[in-house]
């Protein structure tokens, strides 16, 4: 008997093999952890995620089911596969594109943070060049997670995640087709009472970070989800002007 091709690799190894891009499937597997390491897995998340979705639905289900069921090893295969194959400028960029989709719904949960750090570990971005990369794309310094051995690290998280859903499910409620005042503040990170200097100086960091063509080394579904943010932080900006007109 003829020994079947791939027969000794895992499920995702022949996902790998058999893929139009092994470059977006492992970027979408990176992404799906971070999205979906807080519980749930918000409208901006999916819209930064669209364009790395596999069109199969199978593949992306048994993505799901990796991620479920923890399976750490499909994550590891993952980026080991990105560091291999992207070129050491391309890991960098490749980890701010994390770090923008880590920050897609405003928020950097704990679990969000260690995966930053495993994703810089295994691109061999050391700790400093880390922290500077997370600085500047967004404007706040680096916070160190918790120390998870400690049971007051999950009583608190387990406020923070209960208020979060809250907001979350608060803010579906309240979708409007016109991006709100409180909408349009959040994309661009700025309060509610910001001045027309600090809108503008925002709109136009995170425009500069967020423009498609900083991204097209990572391919077309990079590019299309920086697309999408960036036209995001325009409507935002927009919405903002027109109140200070």
């Given at each position: 008997m003829q020994p079947q091709p791939n027969a000794d690799l895992t499920p995702f190894e022949r996902e790998l093999v058999t893929a139009d891009s092994s470059i977006s499937l492992s970027t979408c597997?990176?992404?799906?952890?971070?999205?979906?390491?807080?519980?749930?897995?918000?409208?901006?998340?999916?819209?930064?995620?669209s364009g790395f979705l596999p069109e199969s639905e199978a593949t992306f289900l048994r993505l799901m089911a990796s991620i479920e069921a923890h399976?750490?090893?499909?994550?590891?295969?993952?980026?080991?596969h990105l560091r291999t194959a992207l070129k050491p400028e391309h890991r960098a960029?490749?980890?701010?594109?994390?770090?923008?989709?880590?920050?897609?719904?405003?928020?950097?949960?704990?679990?969000?943070?260690?995966?930053?750090?495993?994703i810089s570990d295994a691109m061999w971005i050391d700790e400093v060049e880390f922290r500077s990369f997370f600085e500047h794309i967004s404007g706040v310094a680096w916070e160190a997670p918790s120390d998870?051995?400690?049971?007051?690290?999950?009583?608190?998280?387990?406020?923070?995640?209960e208020q979060e859903q809250r907001e979350r499910q608060h803010s579906h409620h309240a979708r409007r087709e016109v991006m709100s005042l409180e909408e349009a503040c959040k994309i661009l990170g700025v309060s509610r009472?910001?001045?027309?200097?600090e809108i503008r100086h925002s709109y136009r960091r995170l425009a500069q970070l967020?423009?498609?063509?900083?991204?097209?080394?990572?391919g077309p579904a990079a590019v299309a989800a920086a697309?999408?943010?960036?036209?995001?932080?325009?409507?935002?900006?927009?919405?903002?002007?027109?109140?200070?007109a």
């Open positions: 597997v990176v992404l799906l952890w971070i999205s979906a390491c807080d519980g749930v897995i918000s409208d901006s998340e999916v819209q930064q995620l399976d750490t090893d499909v994550l590891q295969l993952a980026m080991e960029l490749f980890l701010e594109f994390c770090i923008l989709q880590v920050l897609a719904d405003q928020t950097v949960h704990p679990n969000e943070a260690y995966i930053l750090r495993l998870m051995s400690r049971a007051s690290f999950y009583r608190k998280q387990d406020t923070e995640d009472d910001a001045d027309a200097k967020n423009h498609p063509d900083r991204f097209e080394q990572l697309t999408e943010k960036f036209q995001q932080i325009e409507q935002a900006y927009r919405c903002l002007k027109v109140r200070h």
